[in-house]
């Protein structure tokens, strides 16, 4: 197994574990009501990267590679901020982008 190859791996691998370890983390009560239509959204996003509930309008934007992305609470925020400390952090924020990305 070449190299990149190995590293690819890793990266999916921690990209797993901590969608394991933060994707139930948030504590917000999804209600029927926080769907909002996405021409009012101002994020790429209409799904929380971190959690997949509905993004909320009144919790504020990050960027990202040159989008705005949208989350469903402060601490899913929070979660995603932590996330560009760690070692394939970037990584890791961009599959959990795609995953929400793809579902759109």
Partial sequence: MTHRRRLLLSACAAGLGMGLLLGGA?????????????????????KCPMCKKAVNVDVATQMFDESEVGFCSDECSGQWSRLE???????????????VLSDN
Avoid: M
């Fill in 26 to 46: 948030c504590s917000r009560e999804e209600s029927g009501s926080s769907d909002v239509p996405a021409e009012a959204l101002s994020s790429v996003n209409d």
């Fill in 85 to 99: 400390d760690r070692r394939f952090g970037h990584d890791v924020q961009q599959s959990f982008l795609d995953a």
